[in-house]
Each structure stands twice: as structure tokens, then as C-alpha cells.
């Protein structure tokens, strides 16, 4: 059975960072992603990383934002600096399995900014 389980959600105030991690079972990735809900609104891609390590963000979270990928434990993660309230929001980690096909999203880790 094919899991992804996402981790380190929380509650942070404006100018803090927090990692969150993605960790995959059953399978093996070739393109990682981290997506993002704000409350209302629609779910929309924060950053993706590929088996090679290529990665891409989007403009919103450049710079401050890093996607990473540990092939050896099959989980990734998002070190996230510099919050701000307009980073709040439901991240759901996703992927695309390598080689076999098939897209999956884990359950989705609360992240609220707030002094």
C-alpha cells in the first residue's frame, strides 16, 4: 500500500521557520511536490524537487522556502524561513511514483502564522 505521511505542522509566529516533512511508503518517487490550502481558498503548488534534485518554487515562496529530498530514507521535506501570515495554510505533500506512474498526496499538516 502506497502512504505518504507528512509531519512537522504547527503554530509559528511571523519571522519563524519550520521544516515540515514528507515521509513515503510503499514506493519509490521520481517528482516530490508540497502543496498548500489557505483557509477558503485553492489548493496550489509551493515547491517541486525531482529525483535528480532539480527543484522549482513558486514566486510567493522563493527565497525563502527550500524543498529537499532524502532518496535513502524515501521522504522529503520543506524548510520553510521568514513565515509570514499569508503562509498559513493546509500542506499537503504529493508525488508522482518513479517509473510506475500513479500520483498520491498525503493527509495534509496544518501550518498557522500568527503572533
Known amino acids: 500500500q502506497v502512504q505518504l505521511i507528512e509531519s512537522g505542522g504547527a503554530m509559528v509566529q511571523p519571522g519563524g521557520s519550520l521544516t515540515l516533512s514528507c515521509a513515503a511508503f510503499g514506493s519509490m518517487f521520481g517528482v516530490m511536490r508540497w502543496y498548500r490550502q489557505p483557509p477558503g481558498k485553492q489548493r496550489d503548488l509551493v515547491a517541486s524537487?525531482?529525483?535528480?534534485?532539480?527543484?522549482n518554487y513558486a514566486d510567493s515562496v522563493r527565497g525563502r522556502f527550500t524543498i529537499s529530498r532524502d532518496i535513502d530514507k524515501n521522504s522529503w521535506y520543506l524548510q520553510m524561513n521568514n513565515l509570514k501570515p499569508d503562509d498559513t495554510a493546509v500542506y499537503y505533500c504529493?508525488?508522482?511514483?518513479?517509473?510506475?506512474?500513479?500520483?498520491?498526496w498525503g493527509q495534509g499538516t496544518q501550518v498557522t502564522v500568527s503572533s
Open positions: 504529493n508525488g508522482d511514483r518513479r517509473l510506475i506512474g500513479g500520483t498520491y
Open positions: 524537487i525531482t529525483w535528480r534534485g532539480d527543484t
